[in-house]
């Protein structure tokens, strides 16, 4: 029996875990894959309060010795369902249940993939889904975007102002983001735009960065290649939320709905982090949300 079982163990919920300790509660943090989240495929991270810059792996590294030195205790498995039995909760894993008296999800969201082979190798060697994040790396060289929608149309121009050519890459022919969005990409000289156009391969360099794309017009079916030095990745997230869909409030586009206070519409379930509804999704905007779902639900264990 625990107070609080995390479920997630990136920023939002480590940080959970950490304000949750030091406010004498016992925690489990469970994690499915690696813990520290998303901001492990980052090589360089240079947005992090306090950090110049460093990987995303070792910040991951201080976050967690940081937690388990607080004494949380954490558990590598996948959370299959949470069952809520009022003032208890159980959290159903791959590897056994536990039972704790609050909930805070924390479970991120996936960027959306192209779906391509070896996608997966070029995650954080030249392929990117963050142009805030990553966009200075690639400071007067040529990049592709790839999408049409709001994010890729932004992403696009704010690349353009740094890198010295930029592809956006289209599979509809037309795009769907603002059409004052589309407008300023089509005036903006170094963005070339390439409607109805698929990326079918990616292609390394000997030291394994991504150097190339092959692209396929959908129409002519006719094939090119194109020497890139980066490539963002900008066809949606996807939040990791399906298995929270029968006990919680999700929004129309899975998201988990909560307010600034990050409580969801079930009494002593929470949320922190990118898998609720919120505008900004950075490692400052979960740590925030950990901190202060970790304060809401210690007020709901102490009956406050
Ligand atoms: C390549 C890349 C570069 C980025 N660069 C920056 C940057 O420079 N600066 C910045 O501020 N942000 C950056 N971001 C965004 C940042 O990583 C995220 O905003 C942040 O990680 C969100 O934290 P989170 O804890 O909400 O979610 P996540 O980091 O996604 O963590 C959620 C965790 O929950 C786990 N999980 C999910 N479902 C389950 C389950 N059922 N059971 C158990 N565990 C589960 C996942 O495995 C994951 O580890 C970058 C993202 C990427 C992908």
């Given at each position: 029996?625990?107070?609080?079982?995390v479920i997630?163990?990136g920023?939002a919920?480590?940080?959970?875990?950490?304000y949750?300790?030091r406010?004498?509660?016992s925690?489990?943090v469970?994690?499915?894959?690696?813990?520290?989240?998303?901001?492990?495929?980052?090589?360089?991270?240079?947005?992090i309060?306090?950090?110049?810059s460093?990987?995303?792996?070792?910040?991951?590294?201080?976050l967690?010795?940081?937690?388990?030195?607080?004494?949380a205790?954490?558990?590598?498995?996948?959370?299959?369902?949470?069952?809520?039995?009022?003032?208890?909760?159980t959290?159903k894993?791959d590897?056994?249940?536990?039972?704790?008296?609050?909930?805070?999800?924390?479970?991120g969201?996936?960027?959306?993939?192209?779906?391509?082979?070896?996608?997966?190798?070029?995650i954080?060697?030249?392929i990117?889904?963050?142009?805030?994040?990553?966009?200075?790396?690639?400071?007067?060289?040529?990049?592709?975007?790839?999408?049409g929608?709001?994010s890729?149309l932004?992403?696009?121009?704010?690349?353009?102002?740094?890198?010295?050519?930029?592809?956006?890459i289209?599979?509809?022919?037309?795009?769907?983001?603002?059409?004052?969005?589309?407008?300023?990409?089509?005036?903006?000289?170094?963005?070339?735009?390439?409607?109805?156009?698929?990326?079918?391969?990616?292609?390394?360099?000997?030291?394994?960065e991504?150097?190339?794309?092959?692209?396929?017009?959908?129409?002519?079916?006719q094939?090119s290649?194109?020497?890139v030095?980066?490539?963002?990745?900008?066809?949606?997230?996807?939040?990791?939320?399906?298995?929270f869909?029968?006990?919680?409030?999700?929004?129309?586009r899975?998201?988990?709905?909560?307010?600034?206070g990050?409580?969801?519409?079930?009494?002593g379930?929470f949320?922190?982090?990118?898998?609720?509804?919120?505008?900004?999704?950075q490692?400052?905007t979960?740590?925030?949300?950990?901190?202060?779902?970790?304060l809401?639900?210690c007020?709901y264990v102490?009956g406050?």
């Open positions: 029996m625990y107070d609080i079982i997630g163990g920023p919920g480590l940080t959970a875990a950490l949750a300790r406010a004498n509660k925690v489990l469970i994690e499915k894959d690696a813990f520290g989240g998303q901001i492990t495929h980052s090589p360089k991270v240079e947005n309060p306090g950090f110049y460093l990987s995303g792996n070792e910040f991951a590294e201080k967690v010795e940081q937690v388990m030195l607080q004494g205790d954490v558990e590598s498995c996948q959370v299959l369902s949470v069952s809520d039995g009022g003032e208890y909760k959290v894993t590897d056994g249940d536990f039972t704790c008296k609050a909930v805070i999800i924390a479970t969201t996936k960027h959306r993939m192209l779906g391509i082979e070896n996608e997966e190798d070029f954080g060697h030249g990117s889904f963050c142009a805030v994040c990553d966009g200075a790396f690639y400071k007067d060289k040529t990049v592709a975007v790839i999408g929608g709001n890729a932004q992403e696009a121009i704010l690349l353009s102002k740094l890198c010295c050519k930029v592809y956006l289209q599979n509809l022919d037309f795009f769907t983001g603002e059409a004052s969005l589309s407008e300023q990409v089509k005036n903006t000289d170094n963005i070339e735009i390439m409607l109805g156009t698929v990326v079918n391969a990616l292609h390394g360099d000997t030291d394994g991504l150097s190339k794309i092959t692209v396929e017009n959908t129409l002519s079916s094939t290649e194109i020497d030095d980066g490539m963002f990745v900008a066809i949606g997230l996807v939040p990791q939320n399906e298995i869909a029968s006990l919680i409030a999700l929004d129309e899975g998201y988990i709905k909560a307010d600034e990050c409580e969801t519409n079930v009494r379930i949320v922190a982090g990118d898998c609720r509804t919120k505008k900004i999704r490692v400052a979960a740590a925030s949300d950990g901190a202060t779902a970790a809401d639900a007020d102490d406050r």
